[in-house]
């Protein structure tokens, strides 16, 4: 059975988008014709994705439903499956949670998977066009126009920024009250604001930055120190971790540590978005 064939790249997000958004990234995914499943783990972001080439499934209560392009994922509390045959290229925008449903004009909500009508559905043709002539940069590029437009209609959320920040300095280690004496505001306004505006808690979020760190920390190194991770990253001890880690992952971190060291077929920079 030919091996699956994978290629990764990143594109950092304008200055004046980097309130709102990671990054923006393409992935093209060369599986066999019988249709392929590929895993997507949770993190710390909201994900808006296009797709081009065979179409893009997703398993739900065993049935496979087709997706459009785009469609966004939301924050995940477990891992999801989706499908692909042959040939799939993907473009995305990793966004902040606190910030995407602002920067699309959505009512925030807690839910995996969005599929939705809006204006952004409009570069899909330019951007297939793109793709298929090879040209990914300026693929990309038609993307980051489109949100710097979209991000000069949205009204910047100091607090919002602030809370953000200090939760990412600190890779979601930090306790709510010192998230909020960061952005400068009580614990009770923080958190009202920050569910307004991402659907989710401050612990909702920071629990997925830290189970990322952890799990990249063991993708890279799959010998690593559990009970060292534990105490670096702000869990309990040990079993905590390895509780927080099989919520999210459906694995413990030993099984994890276990599949990484026999070399899946992806890189480390596709660990987030993509496995085969």
């Known amino acids: 059975m030919p091996p699956i064939k994978m290629h990764h790249q990143e594109f950092e997000a304008p200055e004046e988008l980097q309130d709102t958004i990671k990054c923006f990234w393409y992935n093209r995914r060369e599986a066999r014709a019988d249709s392929s499943g590929f895993e997507v783990v949770p993190d710390g972001y909201a994900e808006i994705i296009f797709h081009f080439g065979s179409g893009c499934s ?91 437009q979209a991000r000069a209609q949205v009204a910047a959320n100091s607090m919002l920024y602030k809370a953000g920040t200090a939760m990412q300095a600190a890779k979601g280690t930090i306790p709510v009250s010192e998230v909020a004496a960061a952005a400068h505001v009580t614990v009770r306004t923080l958190e009202r604001n920050f569910k307004r505006s991402s659907g989710h808690t401050v612990k909702d979020v920071s629990g997925l930055m830290r189970f990322e760190q952890v799990r990249n920390r063991l993708w890279m190194d799959p010998s690593a120190n559990l009970a060292r991770l534990a105490n670096e990253f702000g869990y309990t001890d040990q079993p905590h971790l390895s509780r927080e880690f099989k919520r999210y992952s459906g694995i413990s971190p030993a099984a994890f540590a276990r599949k990484a060291k026999t070399g899946q077929q992806m890189s480390s920079n596709d660990l987030i978005n993509f496995s085969s």
């Open 58 to 148: 997703m398993s739900s209560d065993g049935v496979l439903r087709p997706l459009p392009s785009p469609f966004m994922m939301g924050l995940l509390n477990q891992p999801v499956i989706f499908y692909a045959k042959d040939r799939l290229e993907t473009i995305g925008i990793r966004c902040f949670p606190w910030t995407v449903f602002d920067l699309l004009g959505l009512a925030p909500n807690k839910r995996a998977l969005h599929v939705f009508d809006h204006p952004v559905a409009q570069l899909q043709p330019q951007l297939n066009a793109f793709v298929l002539d090879g040209k990914i940069e300026e693929a990309v590029a038609e993307v980051k126009q489109y949100f710097l």
